[in-house]
């Protein structure tokens, strides 16, 4: 079946010599993979550069409910992410791989879902003051996926405990009130300690979760 939806990619893989196997997270379908042919030869112009984390895309799709691995037939950038400083990729890279491990379960239509990554890639792409926000995006994602958190004391509950607790919870308590556009002052090594934090958080409570391999990266690019 032929589908015309809009779709967020959130991680590539090489396939073959001139394709790709991409994940994305769709406006009326959920989770869902898909191979792209040919966008990886020399005729394809600008074609990988649609398809970096968090490029919102509009799509015509072929579906078949038997199948794993969908088609592609067209696509149109809706945003993309040319242009942008390394510092702001960094951190792209890192939620685009959370957000990839936390819906890769998710394979029906959540239109309150879809609709509040939307308001955030959009928020994230025009926002001068974003040093908060992958903790926020985060934070205020949890309740969509029925595994909020309601306090900064709830992270550490049937976890190890990690030193100067204290500190990260009142950081987090602060962000749960907090709008995207919030300009909360803190440095950067309690930002990427209560990072830490939480990505235990989903480790403890999302099946499969497994470790998150761009966190090193973030906390190198931030020091």
């Known amino acids: 079946m032929i589908v ?9 893989v090489d396939y073959g010599e001139r394709s790709i196997i991409v ?6 379908h959920g989770y869902l993979g898909f191979v792209v042919n040919g966008v990886r030869s020399a005729k394809s112009r600008q074609g990988m550069a649609y398809f970096q984390p968090f490029t919102v895309l509009d799509l015509v799709i072929y579906m078949k409910p038997s199948r794993d691995l969908h088609r592609i037939s067209e696509f149109k950038p809706v945003l993309s992410w040319s ?9 792209l890279l890192f939620l685009a791989e959370v957000v990839n491990k936390l819906l890769r379960n998710e394979h029906i239509e959540n239109s309150a879902l879809f609709g509040y990554l939307i308001k955030g890639i959009f928020h994230y792409k025009s926002s001068k003051r974003t040093e908060n926000f992958h903790l926020l995006f985060l934070l205020q994602m949890a309740p969509f996926l029925g595994i909020d958190v309601l306090s900064g004391e709830e992270l550490f509950e049937n976890m190890n ?14 962000l749960l009130d907090a709008p995207l556009q919030n300009t ?5 090594n309690l930002r990427f300690r209560s990072l ?5 958080y989903f480790q403890h409570h999302v099946p499969g979760f497994g470790q998150v391999h761009s ?4 906390q190198q690019i931030f020091r």
């Open 83 to 91: 242009g942008e400083d390394i510092k702001k990729l960094s951190v």
């Open 23 to 28: 994940k994305l997270y769709t406006k009326d």
């Open 4 to 12: 015309k939806t809009q779709g967020i990619v959130l991680s590539h």
């Open 184 to 188: 909360i002052e803190t440095s950067g």
């Open 215 to 218: 966190l090193k990266v973030l």
């Open 196 to 200: 830490e934090v939480l990505t235990h």
């Open 161 to 174: 405990q990690i030193a100067d607790q204290q500190d990260i919870e009142r950081l987090i308590d602060q």
